[in-house]
């Protein structure tokens, strides 16, 4: 079945450590995007990618770093993690439909917590 | 620049009363507006976009360009309406969004 995965759902883990959160896509969407949310906030786009081999930041700084080696794979990176990087992180993915205008769809989201 | 502001954070009413979800955005062309919707223990999902004029769940929303507002409104809310509500933007880029901050609406009995 088309959808967007993430994983780890939820992880904890210590200050320094090295992570990625997964987020694989099944729906043959060439764009894919990063967001990141605090409970109760505002998403802000921190990577998204137009394609293989493509990667931009987005509008909110971030020190993570994002790869796209393959259309249906779009995994982010922590080299050293901190309680700042705390949060939920959302995955999505979006299809140009007929009209010209895009969708996005978003995956179920990966909650980290650095402690 | 693109903007989306949401004003409130919480919007509690009765079952049965009328709700309206403000969104207000900024944006120097043609935009497009959208509602996402996120309940209990799910991802967020795109509820309706002001291109498609369509209701869905009995939500409506339209765009007032003069007022720069994207407002989603439902006559007579119920329950599982509860919610997370986010009014997003799509500028020229076409495909990137803006968010404004959400709207918790709870429906009480």
């Known amino acids: 079945e088309a959808d967007i995965y993430q994983t780890p759902r939820y992880l904890v883990i210590g200050t320094g450590k090295k992570i990625t959160l997964e987020c694989s896509q099944t729906?043959?969407?060439?764009?894919m995007y990063w967001y990141q949310q605090d409970p109760g906030m505002e998403l802000h786009l921190i990577h998204y990618?137009?394609?293989?081999?493509?990667?931009e930041k987005g509008d909110l700084s971030s020190e993570s770093t994002v790869s796209r080696i393959r259309t249906e794979h779009f995994p982010l990176t922590l080299e050293s993690a901190r309680p700042s990087h705390t949060s939920q992180y959302l995955c999505?993915?979006?299809?140009?439909?007929?009209?010209?205008?895009?969708?996005?769809?978003f995956g179920p989201g990966t909650r980290l917590t650095v402690t | 620049a693109q903007r989306v502001t949401q004003p409130e954070k919480l919007l509690s009413v009765f079952k049965g009363a009328p709700v309206e979800l403000k969104c207000n955005y900024s944006?120097?062309?043609?935009?497009?507006l959208f509602w996402y919707v996120q309940y209990s223990r799910q991802r967020l999902q795109l509820l309706l976009r002001?291109?498609s004029r369509e209701s869905i769940k009995g939500f409506t929303a339209d765009l007032n360009k003069g007022e720069t507002s994207f407002h989603l409104k439902k006559p007579f809310a119920q329950e599982e309406d509860s919610a997370m509500y986010y009014c997003?933007?799509?500028?020229?880029?076409?495909?990137?969004?803006?968010f404004g901050g959400g709207t918790r609406l709870m429906v009480k009995p």
């Open positions: 997003a933007l799509s500028g020229n880029a076409g495909n990137m969004l803006t």
């Open positions: 729906m043959g969407h060439d764009k």
């Open positions: 944006y120097s062309g043609s935009p497009e």
């Open positions: 002001h291109i």
């Open positions: 999505a993915s979006s299809k140009r439909r007929g009209t010209g205008s895009y969708e996005q769809y």
């Open positions: 990618s137009y394609g293989v081999n493509s990667t």
